[in-house]
């Protein structure tokens, strides 16, 4: 009789034989077969790892950081995607406002509380453009402080489901302003939309920290940024052409299948990444004594009680402000949207009436903005990634202790402080003495360079100082730049009439390189930042 050899099929699992199923003692030898146990032990395998399409929460333990690089880069792209929603979502549909306007029957000041900065940003596209309309909108409110609530609850209760039901929300806001059949109608579903698609501008920092080491977070985030970066330059030249050939309601329903498209890769091709600080029981598999069982269950069963029983603050993110290193970062960051919001809603009035420019064309200017911030985001990303890694390894053979803080400083990060005055002082002489406006777009280049260059890093080090909090302080971060960006949107044309383009612009420089201060700060109390948050944590 022959000898029992192995055949594997196609249909086999390699790794499942290789490991659990049999073993041949010899090429001629006899086939081991699993038993009842090996064979448990592999049905329990399979009922852990859950697909990701699963709407239930997944049971898998392993580490996120332990993905494949290409899983990874699925997860970010999947993310940045959601990131780019909101705000494409603000200016897609600013060329067909006067359309809308029409259809509605509305005044400027009604159609306006569905915008995201004052009048005078939006209707460039009408002849006379009204001085007297300065509203800060619904859109720009619920986009600051929603990512509070959801960064809350998805750092409690993890990423995905949170994404889920976000954009879910958002696709029903979305298809309801496409169908709307009055003004009123319409600004309360953008801000049922705006609650929705606002999740990702901070969840999306929360699953970057969870799948990235810190030596690899500064790149992911220049990739993850460069979806919001571009959104709002390129959202009027899609919506111009949308308005143009299909009418406004078209610019909605392009929203509504890009944020249920978007959904769908967060249904199938987003797992959760987020895993408690602790890790869970689940890990353990000793068998415990009978003394120490009993004992371990009653502490697990009461604190599963206390969990359930405690009240869960939905605005608790903005405790992070309580940290002196955190509050000074974000001080930073907002100023920064501060003064790019008075050169944004300026930048439009200016081009349109002082250089005499369609809507179209105007929305072609911003491109070159975008550009910049897309090159200044990526090198900002890689380069804070080397000084990090760098520093760690030179700590590390001199036996330091290793601090976010180490991420911060450099040559090109400096020289972008000096950059971002240099750049706004121009921009705003070129504008002043009226030269050829072909200046004030390659001013407009160098300064989106250098404003993201301290950006994209500052984002990356805030959450390298709280990684189970991710998502809470990143929305710490967009509360207050957004709030500062309503500001700085609100007195932008009264504050150049006052002063000119020439000194506001220059202004605006000094006042950014004067908040610059706040990171020497920030650099220099390295010990006692790590201090803090240890003892909270402790």
């Not at 797992?271 to 120490?292: D, V």
């Not at 005499?356 to 985001?377: D, Q, R, T």
């Not at 280049?445 to 250098?450: E, H, N, R, S």
Request: net charge positive; proline share 4%; charged share 15%.
């Amino acid at each position: 009789m022959e000898p029992t050899t192995r055949v594997l099929s196609n249909q086999s699992t390699k790794s499942y034989l290789e490991r659990e199923l049999m073993v041949s003692l010899d090429a001629n030898g006899p086939m081991i077969g699993p038993n009842l146990e090996t064979m448990d032990t592999h049905r329990e395998e399979e009922e852990v790892i859950k697909p990701a399409w699963t709407f239930l929460p997944s049971k898998d333990i392993s580490d996120p950081k332990m993905y494949s690089k290409s899983k990874k880069n699925t997860i970010l792209f999947i993310v940045a995607t959601g990131a780019v929603i909101s705000p494409i979502s603000t200016t897609i549909y600013l060329p067909a406002l006067i359309n809308m306007q029409q259809d509605f029957n509305a005044t400027d000041i009604t159609l306006n509380a569905s915008c995201k900065v004052p009048v005078q940003f939006f209707f460039f596209f009408d002849s006379v453009i009204t001085d007297n309309l300065n509203l800060v909108s619904i859109f720009t409110f619920f986009t600051a402080f929603f990512p509070l609530v959801w960064a809350t609850f998805g750092d409690i209760y993890g990423r995905r489901r949170i994404y889920l039901i976000s954009f879910f929300i958002t696709v029903i806001g979305s298809v309801c302003c496409a169908l709307s059949v009055n003004a009123e109608m319409f600004i309360a579903f953008r801000a049922v939309s705006a609650i929705g698609s606002s999740s990702a501008m901070s969840m999306g920092a929360g699953t970057i920290a969870d799948i990235f080491e810190p030596y690899e977070r500064g790149r992911a985030f220049s990739y993850y940024s460069c979806g919001a970066l571009i959104g709002p330059a390129v959202g009027p030249i899609i919506g111009g052409y949308l308005n143009e050939g299909l009418g406004w309601r078209s610019n909605f329903w392009f929203l509504s299948i890009l944020c249920f498209c978007t959904w769908l890769g967060f249904v199938f091709f987003l797992p959760e990444t987020w895993r408690p600080s602790s890790p869970p029981a689940i890990i353990e598999e000793k068998e415990p004594t009978s003394a120490t069982s009993s004992t371990s269950s009653t502490v697990n069963q009461d604190t599963l009680d206390k969990k359930k029983r405690r009240f869960i603050n939905p605005i608790g993110a903005l405790k992070l402000f309580l940290y002196p290193n955190i509050a000074l970062t974000i001080a930073f960051v907002g100023v920064l949207f501060f003064v790019l919001y008075l050169n944004n809603t300026n930048f439009t009035r200016t081009y349109t009436i002082q250089y005499g420019m369609k809507s179209g064309i105007v929305g072609v200017c911003y491109l070159p903005s975008a550009v910049g911030s897309m090159i200044g985001g990526i090198l900002a990303g890689r380069m804070s990634d080397r000084i990090y890694m760098r520093r760690v390894a030179k700590a590390k053979a001199e036996e330091q202790e290793i601090y976010p803080e180490m991420r911060l400083g450099g040559p090109i990060f400096y020289a972008a402080l000096f950059l971002q005055l240099a750049a706004f002082t121009a921009f705003g002489w070129c504008i002043e003495k009226n030269v050829h406006f072909a200046y004030g777009l390659v001013c407009q280049f160098f300064l989106g360079l250098a404003l993201m260059l301290p950006n994209i890093t500052l984002s990356a080090y805030m959450v390298d100082c709280f990684r189970k909090k991710g998502a809470s302080v990143t929305a710490c971060n967009n509360f207050a730049r957004y709030a500062m960006a309503g500001v700085g949107s609100l007195i932008a044309s009264d504050i150049l009439r006052a002063l000119g383009s020439g000194i506001l612009f220059t202004l605006c420089g000094c006042f950014l390189l004067v908040a610059s201060v706040n990171l020497l700060i920030v650099t220099k109390y390295t010990k006692k930042w790590a201090l803090l948050r240890s003892r909270d944590t402790s």
